[in-house]
């Protein structure tokens, strides 16, 4: 099993279309999580964080289930500007670095 | 106000040559990273220093050689490049701290190797 796997994509949702992405991860320690965001031929980018209580930012709301070991971003009113690909990250305990999920390729059209 | 640059952006070279990428950071951040992001876009870490000491090195053949001369610069050096090393790699640092929290990219510099 992939220590963190998500939705395949891509997601093709007309403007103003709600859209929710899945995320799974493997390691049960997982400590922190994000979701971050990739723009076509660009860096990623922290999105946000993702809270055990759940946490909103905008449009957008991020969701944690430690006891499923899942992960969701939702995002309401989608706007022409959030085609991207949205990267599920974890982090493994102790002193190690983040691991992201392959991506997920959402693409809004008008 | 760059915070995390790479040098070069583009990269074209030949199967056997050596080539050097170059990264900064101006945050003030003690940890930094190298990426490589494959033409199946799979984001995957290469290296971590942490105050200029390698931290992290994952399954990376040799050829691929950091270097850490402060804890701002964080170089790639390649030698005798192959077709399969092709990709996007990524510099990237973090804030105090080893537990990888939020991670600031550079823009990416694209290796092609023909």
């Known amino acids: 099993r992939k220590e963190v796997e998500q939705d395949p994509g891509p997601f093709n949702v007309p403007e103003g279309a709600t859209v929710a992405f899945n995320c799974t991860y493997s390691n049960s320690a997982s400590q922190s999580f994000f979701w971050y965001r990739q723009d076509c031929r660009k860096e990623p980018k922290l999105l946000m964080s993702v809270y055990s209580s759940g946490n909103e930012d905008g449009r957008f709301t991020a969701q944690l289930n430690r006891a499923s070991q899942y992960i969701s971003l939702l995002i309401r009113d989608s706007k022409l500007s959030d085609s991207a690909t949205y990267l599920c990250?974890?982090?493994?305990?102790?002193?190690?670095?983040?691991?992201f999920g392959k991506g997920t390729r959402l693409s809004v059209i008008a | 106000d760059t915070a995390v640059s790479q040098t070069p952006k583009y990269l074209v070279t030949q199967m056997g040559n050596d080539k050097s990428i170059k990264c900064e950071q101006n945050?003030?951040?003690?940890?930094m990273y190298w990426y490589k992001q494959d033409s199946k876009k799979f984001l995957k870490i290469m290296f971590s220093?942490?105050?200029?000491?390698?931290?992290i090195n994952e399954t990376v053949p040799n050829r691929f050689s950091p270097k850490s001369p402060d804890k701002a610069h964080l170089n790639l050096h390649i030698n005798s490049l192959e077709l399969g090393d092709s990709a996007v790699y990524f510099c990237?640092?973090?804030?105090?701290?080893?537990?990888?929290?939020?991670?600031?990219f550079g823009p990416g510099t694209r290796l092609t190797v023909t």
């Open positions: 990237a640092s973090s804030p105090p701290g080893l537990a990888g929290y939020e991670q600031y």
């Open positions: 990250v974890v982090n493994r305990p102790g002193n190690t670095p983040l691991v």
């Open positions: 945050l003030g951040h003690d940890t």
């Open positions: 220093y942490n105050n200029k000491e390698l931290i």
